[in-house]
């Protein structure tokens, strides 16, 4: 058996308080099993993970999400040209459950068709927060029941993808306006969406100056800088952030290339392969949704955004309507869920601007 | 593998949608467990038993360690409770361990309350994480749970039955722990007297309504090696930590002249059945169970004492707000209203004072006019004095003037007689 060190294990984020002593054992007992027991659990529940996607219509939204779970959840929906533009935001959420080697995950996806589209767009990240909003106020509604479900339901939204337009230059006003709002509230991960229209160096600028938007307004995207536990994550968390936002192209079709099948854009002057470093960074997103944060996006969710919310809501609740058990909540204005944190956050962000100027 | 939580919601309308590659979230249970352990775990077990039936020793032996203390008197005056946190560390996975001991139980003459502090350390456990988890700033996710996980009960090898304090703790206890009964010492009863022993305290366990805690068998990976274990409760154990050489093997074991007993040998006890069910196979159902079977349990009756309710007697639900906004008003109201009764107390008191003292003001008025009568009836008195006084004096000035006026009259007319006359007068 292996034997026993004293030392805690480096990701520990609890210390051991003064008073517990370490104990040495002498021999194997067997502790370590409940990684197992924890982990038949899990495959017996089941996981749930909701995604919002969130951009203008036309950038790729659908096709992206095809291309991350690798299974047709939206029907591909080229417009008519008969049906008109949708007046208001409309949110479209599909559910489905997907499965792989035995680990079902049931995936909720979320549209927003019609965001941005109009001509004034004053105020269309009000039913995108309202619907944040509702599914937590679900949870809560469900938390503080008497008598509770042993499992609740969690539509949460645990992560935002928010795709910026390939313009090259950099954060619009309403990108800006609708990051600011969002990011207290939710995860969110912003994408170059259809990165073929720019080349590898208009992608590094674009990408530069999108980071600096993003500091000088004091947004927080994930993986947030005030949330890491230990050096570790953020080692781990600094790489991902220098390449933030990924410059991505999604893709639903397959093509030959050098005998093999690869998902890809076929176009005159060449393939681009989705899954190929070199060509786009659609990889790095994958894996950071997919492969190895997605837990972390869960957690963060339910620990800080969730709770965040909760604070709000009971400490205002004598301004919200009263009705009966649901209460229905209007869209909470952006200041009311601000986090103590974030001034600080701004306080740093203001400095790293500053150094940066000079 | 049957996922009955998923199944239902097919059932609500999900569709299963087919991959057309390897996505990657097959990772996703590596990484939930990568989260826990970095996060820790922590167990906690609650030893109830008689003093000197080796709850110590086995919770050593179980854990392969030496935990510190002392053993306990048999002269305590009540039964207390003792409870001690450990680290313990097993690869890459951290364990935080706490046991509570009772100590003092059954050596009271009078063991009517005995059970008393060990429900209420149960509650207080409940009660601090419900507190928590009410909170408005609240963080769950690192706090530390308290929350008694096992309750390993230990009976006493007397080879007949179970006694009646047993009978009563355990089932005061049901509700509120995972109960696990094990039979302490079981190296003083020989092998058919324990099947008989087994059969007995299962028999009247049964019959007195208590429930203890069943090894879970709806997965299919567990469900026939915990089937099989639920037959062998309550499992007979022995404690030792002292080790022995047994062939050519170091073993814990413990001597005796006619031969020598090992923990770890299935034949001699179940001693290794225990630490199989209890660590290595449910250790994670025994926290599932507690959180959400007993302590749901203990925050419904709780909420429900507080006057929460779900729904009104109009059957529309209520939420817990506004019962809090409800009882917030109600508590303000309260403090008003005693607010309200100490003002009047004080006003009241104010009046009564200030009467005393206008007394008192009045009395002295009265003193002093008094003496200012006194003093003028004294003055009058002596002013009369004067008056009479000064009238004698001029009385007395007067005869005078008319002596001499006479003197001088005589003096002119008939000389020396009348002054011998006046001499004799006068004297």
């Given at each position: 058996?292996?034997?026993?060190?004293?030392?805690?294990?480096?990701?520990?984020?609890?210390?051991?308080?003064?008073?517990?002593?370490?104990?040495?054992?002498?021999?194997?007992?067997?502790?370590?099993?409940?990684l197992d027991q924890l982990k038949i659990k899990a495959m017996k529940m089941g996981f749930e993970?909701?995604?919002?996607?969130?951009?203008?219509?036309?950038?790729?939204?659908?096709?992206?999400?095809?291309?991350?779970?690798?299974?047709?959840?939206?029907?591909?929906?080229?417009?008519?040209?008969?049906?008109?533009?949708?007046?208001?935001?409309?949110?479209?959420?599909?559910?489905?459950i997907?499965e792989?080697k035995g680990v079902k995950l049931k995936?909720?996806?979320?549209?927003?068709?019609?965001?941005?589209?109009?001509?004034?767009?004053?105020?269309?990240?009000?039913?995108?927060?309202?619907?944040?909003?509702?599914?937590?106020?679900?949870?809560?509604?469900?938390?503080?029941?008497?008598?509770?479900?042993r499992h609740?339901?969690?539509?949460?939204?645990?992560?935002?993808?928010?795709?910026?337009?390939?313009?090259?230059?950099?954060?619009?006003?309403?990108?800006?306006?609708?990051?600011?709002?969002?990011?207290?509230?939710?995860?969110?991960?912003?994408?170059?969406?259809?990165?073929?229209?720019?080349?590898?160096?208009?992608?590094?600028?674009?990408?530069?100056?999108?980071?600096?938007?993003?500091?000088?307004?004091?947004?927080?995207?994930?993986?947030?800088?005030?949330?890491?536990?230990?050096?570790?994550?953020?080692?781990?968390?600094?790489?991902?952030?220098?390449?933030?936002?990924?410059?991505?192209?999604?893709?639903?079709?397959?093509?030959?290339?050098?005998?093999?099948?690869?998902?890809?854009?076929?176009?005159?002057?060449?393939?681009?392969?989705?899954?190929?470093?070199?060509?786009?960074?659609?990889?790095?997103?994958?894996?950071?949704?997919?492969?190895?944060?997605?837990?972390?996006?869960?957690?963060?969710?339910?620990?800080?955004?969730?709770?965040?919310?909760?604070?709000?809501?009971?400490?205002?609740?004598?301004?919200?309507?009263?009705?009966?058990?649901?209460?229905?909540?209007?869209?909470?204005?952006?200041?009311?869920?601000?986090?103590?944190?974030?001034?600080?956050?701004?306080?740093?962000?203001?400095?790293?601007?500053?150094?940066?100027?000079? | 593998m049957a996922a009955t939580d998923i199944a239902r919601q097919v059932?609500?309308?999900?569709?299963?949608?087919?991959?057309?590659?390897?996505?990657?979230?097959d990772?996703l249970p590596?990484?939930l467990v990568?989260?826990?352990?970095?996060?820790?775990?922590?167990?906690?077990?609650?030893?109830?038993?008689?003093?000197?039936?080796?709850?110590?020793?086995?919770?050593?032996?179980?854990?392969?360690?030496?935990?510190?203390?002392?053993?306990?008197?048999?002269?305590?005056?009540?039964?207390?409770?003792?409870?001690?946190?450990?680290?313990?560390?097993?690869?890459?996975?951290?364990?935080?361990?706490?046991?509570?001991?009772?100590?003092?139980?059954?050596?009271?003459?009078?063991?009517?309350?005995?059970?008393?502090?060990?429900?209420?350390?149960?509650?207080?456990?409940?009660?601090?994480?419900?507190?928590?988890?009410?909170?408005?700033?609240?963080?769950?996710?690192?706090?530390?749970?308290?929350?008694?996980?096992?309750?390993?009960?230990?009976?006493?090898?007397?080879?007949?039955?179970?006694?009646?304090?047993?009978?009563?703790?355990?089932?005061?206890?049901?509700?509120?722990?995972?109960?696990?009964?094990?039979?302490?010492?079981?190296?003083?009863?020989?092998?058919?007297?324990?099947?008989?022993?087994?059969?007995?305290?299962?028999?009247?366990?049964?019959?007195?309504?208590?429930?203890?805690?069943?090894?879970p068998t709806d997965d299919e990976s567990v469900a026939?090696?915990n089937?099989?274990?639920?037959?062998?409760?309550?499992?007979?154990?022995?404690?030792?930590?002292?080790?022995?050489?047994?062939?050519?093997?170091?073993?814990?074991?413990?001597?005796?002249?006619?031969?020598?007993?090992?923990?770890?040998?299935?034949?001699?006890?179940?001693?290794?059945?225990?630490?199989?069910?209890?660590?290595?196979v449910n250790?994670d159902d025994?926290?599932e169970?507690?959180?959400s079977?007993?302590?749901?349990?203990?925050?419904?009756?709780?909420?429900?004492?507080?006057?929460?309710?779900?729904?009104?007697?109009?059957?529309?639900?209520?939420?817990?707000?506004?019962?809090?906004?409800?009882?917030?008003?109600?508590?303000?109201?309260?403090?008003?209203?005693?607010?309200?009764?100490?003002?009047?107390?004080?006003?009241?008191?104010?009046?009564?004072?200030?009467?005393?003292?206008?007394?008192?003001?009045?009395?002295?008025?009265?003193?002093?006019?008094?003496?200012?009568?006194?003093?003028?009836?004294?003055?009058?008195?002596?002013?009369?004095?004067?008056?009479?006084?000064?009238?004698?004096?001029?009385?007395?000035?007067?005869?005078?003037?008319?002596?001499?006026?006479?003197?001088?009259?005589?003096?002119?007319?008939?000389?020396?007689?009348?002054?011998?006359?006046?001499?004799?007068?006068?004297?």
């Amino acid at each position: 058996m292996d034997p026993l060190r004293q030392s805690p294990s480096p990701g520990s984020s609890r210390p051991s308080s003064p008073r517990t002593p370490p104990c040495e054992m002498f021999d194997y007992v067997g502790i370590e099993a409940v990684l197992d027991q924890l982990k038949i659990k899990a495959m017996k529940m089941g996981f749930e993970f909701n995604i919002m996607v969130v951009g203008q219509s036309g950038l790729g939204k659908s096709t992206m999400v095809n291309t991350l779970f690798k299974s047709k959840v939206w029907k591909s929906n080229i417009p008519n040209l008969g049906t008109p533009t949708p007046q208001t935001l409309k949110l479209h959420s599909v559910t489905h459950i997907i499965e792989e080697k035995g680990v079902k995950l049931k995936l909720t996806v979320t549209d927003t068709p019609g965001f941005g589209d109009q001509i004034n767009n004053d105020k269309c990240w009000d039913p995108i927060l309202g619907y944040i909003n509702e599914q937590y106020e679900r949870y809560l509604q469900e938390e503080i029941l008497i008598t509770r479900q042993r499992h609740i339901p969690d539509t949460r939204v645990h992560c935002c993808v928010y795709f910026v337009p390939p313009t090259g230059h950099c954060l619009r006003p309403l990108d800006i306006e609708f990051l600011q709002r969002l990011c207290r509230a939710v995860n969110v991960v912003p994408v170059i969406a259809r990165a073929d229209s720019l080349t590898i160096e208009e992608r590094e600028t674009f990408r530069q100056r999108i980071q600096h938007n993003l500091r000088s307004h004091c947004i927080e995207v994930y993986p947030q800088k005030s949330l890491d536990e230990d050096t570790n994550d953020r080692i781990l968390n600094s790489k991902i952030r220098d390449r933030i936002p990924f410059a991505v192209v999604g893709a639903d079709r397959e093509h030959l290339v050098n005998g093999k099948c690869v998902l890809g854009r076929k176009t005159k002057w060449g393939i681009i392969e989705v899954e190929n470093m070199a060509h786009c960074e659609f990889p790095l997103l994958r894996d950071l949704l997919i492969r190895s944060h997605l837990q972390d996006l869960k957690d963060i969710t339910h620990n800080v955004h969730y709770e965040n919310y909760r604070v709000c809501r009971l400490n205002e609740s004598h301004l919200l309507p009263q009705g009966p058990g649901w209460v229905n909540l209007a869209p909470t204005p952006a200041g009311r869920l601000a986090t103590p944190q974030s001034s600080k956050v701004c306080q740093q962000a203001q400095d790293d601007a500053k150094d940066e100027a000079y | 593998m049957a996922a009955t939580d998923i199944a239902r919601q097919v059932g609500e309308g999900c569709r299963t949608v087919p991959l057309a590659g390897h996505v990657g979230f097959d990772s996703l249970p590596d990484q939930l467990v990568n989260k826990s352990v970095s996060q820790g775990f922590c167990f906690n077990i609650l030893c109830v038993g008689e003093t000197g039936l080796g709850k110590s020793t086995l919770m050593d032996t179980l854990f392969n360690t030496k935990f510190e203390g002392e053993p306990a008197t048999h002269t305590q005056p009540g039964v207390q409770l003792r409870s001690n946190t450990y680290d313990l560390q097993e690869s890459n996975v951290g364990l935080k361990l706490t046991i509570v001991s009772t100590v003092g139980f059954g050596d009271q003459i009078n063991k009517e309350d005995s059970y008393k502090p060990i429900v209420e350390f149960i509650d207080a456990q409940f009660e601090a994480y419900l507190q928590e988890e009410l909170k408005i700033r609240r963080v769950l996710h690192t706090y530390h749970d308290s929350r008694i996980h096992a309750c390993l009960y230990f009976i006493a090898p007397t080879g007949h039955s179970l006694k009646s304090l047993d009978l009563v703790t355990m089932k005061k206890l049901d509700s509120k722990v995972n109960i696990i009964p094990i039979i302490a010492k079981s190296d003083a009863i020989s092998k058919s007297e324990l099947t008989k022993f087994k059969i007995k305290i299962t028999s009247e366990l049964v019959s007195n309504g208590v429930q203890i805690y069943q090894f879970p068998t709806d997965d299919e990976s567990v469900a026939e090696i915990n089937g099989t274990m639920n037959a062998h409760l309550p499992f007979a154990v022995i404690g030792s930590t002292e080790e022995l050489k047994i062939g050519n093997k170091m073993m814990k074991a413990r001597q005796y002249p006619w031969g020598t007993v090992q923990v770890e040998n299935e034949a001699h006890c179940d001693f290794v059945k225990l630490r199989e069910m209890l660590i290595r196979v449910n250790m994670d159902d025994l926290r599932e169970q507690t959180h959400s079977r007993h302590y749901e349990l203990y925050r419904r009756c709780k909420l429900e004492e507080m006057g929460f309710k779900d729904t009104d007697p109009d059957s529309k639900p209520f939420s817990l707000q506004e019962t809090y906004e409800a009882k917030r008003n109600e508590f303000l109201g309260e403090l008003q209203k005693k607010e309200e009764e100490m003002r009047q107390m004080f006003v009241q008191r104010v009046k009564e004072k200030e009467a005393e003292l206008k007394e008192a003001e009045k009395e002295l008025h009265e003193k002093f006019d008094r003496l200012k009568k006194l003093h003028q009836d004294e003055k009058k008195k002596l002013e009369d004095k004067k008056k009479s006084l000064d009238d004698e004096v001029n009385a007395f000035k007067q005869r005078k003037t008319a002596a001499e006026l006479l003197q001088s009259q005589g003096s002119q007319a008939g000389g020396s007689q009348t002054l011998k006359r006046d001499k004799e007068k006068k004297n």
